[in-house]
């Protein structure tokens, strides 16, 4: 069983507490993982606003007790209390991963904007987007990331034009089954697509039938596929606070499974591109995640 921990850090407090938690258990289980950071401001209060716009959005915020798993702190970022920056306010986090022997990429500059305004900001500001989220990241590391992960999955064509021209290693902007190259309007992209495969903790947890650690550990152990690879993708601000003990014992269960644990550059370097199928990316929705999101959808004949 070959397994790709992605863990997607979407706010200040999520760098501050959750990393340097999550880091230490990995590290000391000998277990491989991929930290992908979001680069600009915390401005998570403004999330809000999906309580209009996404159907469901407020069922999960209780489903998952999110205020007290988040803080007032974070929930009132950017609108009531000031956005903080996250990459820039926690700089030696980020290069200690690297020096431990983390991946680590780039999740976006300011992932409420992306997530929620995608479609509305156009190329110039997927643009500008792009460029100060890989601008931070080498101001802080000093090289540039060889890899992008989008806000809550979600791109358009535009979003993944421009990253295609960006010269990465891959991308993991996409909910599917196993990696591809993505056809936009006829053409195929350059740039691998290794999309996240299995469901989120926030998108199950609550759910009857998961009423402990040991059911979420049996469940997800269910779900991994021994013959290709899994992509499970966590959160610094779930697995890595509330829910570490759940995820620790989920992460030594897959141990003595035998999991292989790789980062997914690793993936990406393995992969023959010109052997690798094109698919469309297209929209949908998923149980337990309020709004659409970015999936492998059918495949496509295309043209390089």
Not at 28 to 46: H, K, L
Not at 131 to 149: H, L, M, N, Q, T
Request: proline share 5%.
């Amino acid at each position: 069983m070959e397994l790709a921990l992605k863990i997607d850090v979407d706010t200040h407090q999520g760098l501050e507490v959750g990393v340097p938690r999550l880091a230490s258990m990995l590290e000391r289980e000998g277990v491989a993982a991929s930290f992908y950071i979001t680069m600009g401001p915390d401005n998570s209060g403004r999330a809000i606003l999906r309580v209009f716009r996404n159907r469901g959005f407020l069922s999960k915020m209780f489903r998952t007790k999110a205020v007290s798993m988040y803080g007032a702190r974070t929930i009132l970022s950017g609108t009531i209390l000031p956005s903080r920056p996250i990459a820039l306010s926690f700089p030696g986090v980020i290069r200690d991963l690297k020096t431990r022997g983390f991946e680590v990429g780039v999740h976006g500059y300011d992932h409420v904007r992306w997530q929620d305004h995608l479609d509305d900001i156009g190329d110039g500001g997927i643009r500008n987007e792009l460029g100060d989220a890989f601008e931070a990241y080498r101001a802080i590391v000093g090289e540039p990331s060889k890899s992008f992960a989008a806000p809550g999955w979600r791109t358009n064509n535009a979003a993944l034009v421009a990253l295609d021209a960006m010269g990465l290693d891959y991308r993991s902007d996409t909910r599917g089954v196993a990696p591809y190259r993505c056809v936009v309007e006829g053409r195929l992209l350059a740039t691998p697509e290794i999309p996240t495969t299995l469901p989120t903790l926030d998108e199950v947890m609550g759910r009857r039938e998961l009423r402990d650690d040991n059911a979420v550990r049996d469940f997800y152990l269910g779900l991994c596929k021994p013959d290709a690879l899994n992509v499970h993708t966590i959160h610094a601000e779930t697995e890595g606070m509330g829910q570490l003990e759940s995820f620790t014992a989920l992460v030594c269960a897959l141990k003595e499974r035998g999991a292989n644990f790789v980062q997914l550059r690793e993936v990406a370097w393995r992969l023959n591109r010109a052997e690798l199928p094109a698919f469309e990316v297209i929209r949908t929705t998923l149980p337990g995640r309020a709004g659409w999101i970015s999936a492998q959808g059918p495949a496509r004949a295309a043209t390089e």
